[in-house]
């Protein structure tokens, strides 16, 4: 995998990925920046949440659950000094679709967790990292 950033101007960024997308990082105007994208580190957190949402889908949908939708909301707190690496990641799922089991939807959100999210696993070296989920019928 590869990336590429250009910085743009103050503290203004362009990351490039290895799969031909763009995104802009900026920091807030007390810090120098423009606030025209997001906070690096908050790329991080939501890559994270997509790389477990992803795993979350993909074993329901293999699993054959009828699922129609899936939603992570993320609290997470950092380090109060430098480096200011995340200390605490609260995933909380909201898994809808038709007749979903409890015991499949834990699964899912168990096997992310320990197996197969590598970018919360790579986080949970610094953080401490909780789950849960709520089952909404379609």
């Not at 889908?57 to 054959?64: E, M």
């Not at 197969?116 to 990292?129: H, Q, R």
Request: glycine share 10%.
């Amino acid at each position: 995998m590869k990336a590429r950033i250009k910085w743009v101007e103050n503290v203004c960024f362009v990351g490039e990925s290895g799969s031909g997308h763009a995104m802009v990082m900026d920091g807030a105007p007390e810090g120098g920046g423009r606030n025209l994208g997001m906070r690096p580190m908050e790329t991080v957190l939501i890559g994270t949440g997509g790389c477990t949402a992803y795993d979350v889908v993909h074993i329901l949908k293999k699993s054959r659950a009828d699922i129609t939708d899936c939603v992570v909301e993320i609290d997470s707190e950092r380090a109060d000094e430098d480096p200011k690496v995340f200390t605490k990641i609260h995933f909380h799922f909201i898994v809808t679709g038709r007749q979903l089991k409890p015991q499949q939807v834990e699964r899912a959100v168990h096997l992310t967790a320990e197996k197969y999210c590598s970018a919360s696993i790579m986080l949970g070296k610094t953080a401490t990292i909780t789950h849960d989920f709520e089952i909404r019928e379609a």
